[in-house]
């Protein structure tokens, strides 16, 4: 058996939600009902389904490539990022 959820959404938060589904190759009721069920399976919000945008991507790429600060424990780091 199943239940109808209604919910009221900003149309521009649901169409760029639409987008991103879409690109993740779902739909808003596929999503949903993966959220409820994964919801329930592990009694919290268990999931990160992002699309990475280029600034992150830069970061990522100038870690891995180790460009940037470098600093070898939280003390130098607090020290260095001090304001």
Same mark, same amino acid.
Do not use: F, H, Q, Y
């Given at each position: 058996m199943s239940v109808l959820i209604r919910s009221r959404i900003? !149309?521009?938060e649901a169409q760029s939600? !639409?987008?991103i589904l879409s690109q993740l190759g779902l739909n808003?009721? !596929?999503y949903l009902r993966f959220a409820v069920r994964s919801l329930n399976n592990r009694k919290g919000i268990p999931f990160d389904m992002t699309i990475t945008?280029?600034?992150?991507l830069k970061a990522i790429d100038d870690?891995?490539?180790?460009?940037?600060?470098?600093?070898?424990?939280l003390e130098e780091f607090e020290a260095k990022y001090q304001e």
């Open positions: 900003d !149309e521009v939600a !639409e987008l808003m009721s !596929e945008n280029p600034e992150t870690m891995n490539n180790r460009r940037g600060v470098i600093v070898s424990s």
